[in-house]
């Protein structure tokens, strides 16, 4: 049984560009948040979604932006990338509800040059 | 807003020591708590969980965490560490109202032969 993957693993970017970062959940969840990870800091929430829909943002600007697919798959897009956004990006999926642990993905490691 | 504190940010231990993480959280409503570890380069993987019910809980590893309403904590613990539990461990809440999953600033654990 396959568990979160995200793609890709690594990517590097200069500022100003735009980035998009993929994932598919855990077979069975339906719903996938976003987090930020810099380095030596705990997950920060970006977004959460569910039926398609955010369901729920944290303090980000709208520079991130997200989108979820019929099959629960799901994307995170950033434009206007700022040296500040280097960071590992992680995918977690489950059931919907907040009693519903996470499953984490490997990440995407995104450097902004 | 809700915040998870971890109080020691580096914990070095001998191997077949005892060890005790610390997780504090700041609620006044219900929470649902979690820890999870990251090895390097990876993602989080859940090793406990409390939603309900007895306050001792036990997870993955040997590892168990008690969850003090009075004193809104959740503290981690193993009775004997081994080399493999060197990580990051990170503490995690989810309030009853919402979605997002609140994480502390990690606690690095090292096991030293």
């Known amino acids: 049984d396959a568990g979160v993957t995200q793609s890709p693993t690594h990517l590097i970017k200069t500022r100003g560009q735009q980035v998009t970062l993929r994932c598919s959940p855990k077979?069975?969840?339906?719903?996938v948040s976003w987090y930020q990870q810099a380095l030596g800091q705990g997950p920060q929430f970006i977004f959460q979604?569910?039926?398609?829909?955010?369901?729920q943002r944290g303090n980000f600007p709208d520079r991130f932006s997200g989108h979820q697919f019929p099959n629960y798959s799901s994307e995170l897009n950033v434009n206007a990338l700022l040296l500040g956004d280097s960071a590992l990006y992680l995918c977690?999926?489950?059931?919907?509800?907040?009693?519903?642990?996470?499953?984490f993905g490997d990440g995407t490691r995104l450097s902004i040059l | 807003a809700q915040s998870v504190t971890q109080l020691d940010s580096q914990v070095p231990v001998f191997e077949e020591a005892p060890v005790e993480l610390r997780c504090n959280y700041s609620?006044?409503?219900?929470?649902?708590l979690f820890w999870y570890v990251q090895y390097p380069n990876q993602g989080l993987q859940l090793l406990l969980k409390?939603?309900?019910?007895?306050?001792l809980v036990k997870g993955i590893n040997g590892f168990e965490a008690e969850f003090n309403k009075s004193q809104t904590s959740f503290h981690l613990r193993k009775p004997s560490v081994h080399i493999s539990d060197t990580a990051e461990y990170f503490c995690a809440v989810s309030e009853n109202t919402g979605n997002q999953f609140y994480f502390g600033t990690g606690t690095s654990l090292t096991v030293i032969p």
């Open positions: 409390y939603l309900s019910g007895s306050t």
């Open positions: 979604y569910y039926e398609e829909e955010e369901r």
């Open positions: 077979s069975g969840h339906d719903t």
């Open positions: 609620s006044s409503v219900s929470v649902y």
């Open positions: 977690a999926s489950s059931l919907t509800g907040p009693n519903q642990p996470q499953h």
